[in-house]
């Protein structure tokens, strides 16, 4: 008697599982019987309606994806951007150190700023 009682104590968890998708697969059977033409139109048109919102989903994503290709496209090579910063700024990466170069850079940006307002005071 001891066994069974351990057995049930065991096994439990399995025996309720069983049950569950027994019932589960019983109401499934029953919904499916009992089912209309009415029921299985909507069914269809529902699934029609999820049908087209994901198709119209896909298309705005390969549109999304055609645009970020061609602005990868027009990105400008990785060699040339310490090109335009040697050639403007006259940066060279193996005698300037990075804070040298932010001093660099704020002093063009400065330069640039004091021709702005140099123009704007011109044009009052």
């Given at each position: 008697?001891?066994?069974?009682?351990?057995?049930s104590?065991?096994?439990?968890?399995?025996?309720?599982?069983?049950?569950n998708?027994?019932i589960?697969?019983?109401?499934?059977?029953?919904?499916?019987?009992?089912?209309?033409r009415?029921?299985?139109e909507?069914?269809?048109?529902?699934?029609?309606?999820?049908?087209?919102?994901?198709?119209?989903?896909?298309?705005?994503?390969?549109?999304?994806v055609?645009?970020?290709?061609?602005?990868?496209d027009?990105?400008?090579p990785?060699?040339?951007?310490?090109?335009?910063?040697?050639t403007?700024l006259?940066?060279?990466?193996?005698?300037?150190?990075?804070?040298?170069?932010?001093?660099?850079?704020?002093?063009?940006?400065?330069?640039?700023?004091?021709?702005?307002?140099?123009?704007?005071q011109?044009g009052?």
């Amino acid at each position: 008697m001891e066994t069974l009682i351990d057995l049930s104590k065991a096994f439990g968890w399995l025996a309720a599982i069983i049950v569950n998708l027994l019932i589960a697969w019983i109401v499934w059977s029953l919904h499916k019987k009992f089912m209309n033409r009415d029921d299985c139109e909507a069914n269809r048109k529902a699934d029609k309606k999820e049908r087209e919102h994901f198709i119209q989903l896909l298309t705005t994503h390969e549109q999304a994806v055609r645009e970020l290709n061609l602005r990868v496209d027009q990105m400008p090579p990785q060699g040339s951007v310490p090109t335009k910063a040697k050639t403007m700024l006259g940066w060279n990466p193996r005698k300037t150190s990075f804070p040298e170069l932010v001093k660099i850079m704020v002093q063009h940006d400065m330069k640039f700023v004091k021709k702005l307002y140099l123009k704007e005071q011109i044009g009052k």
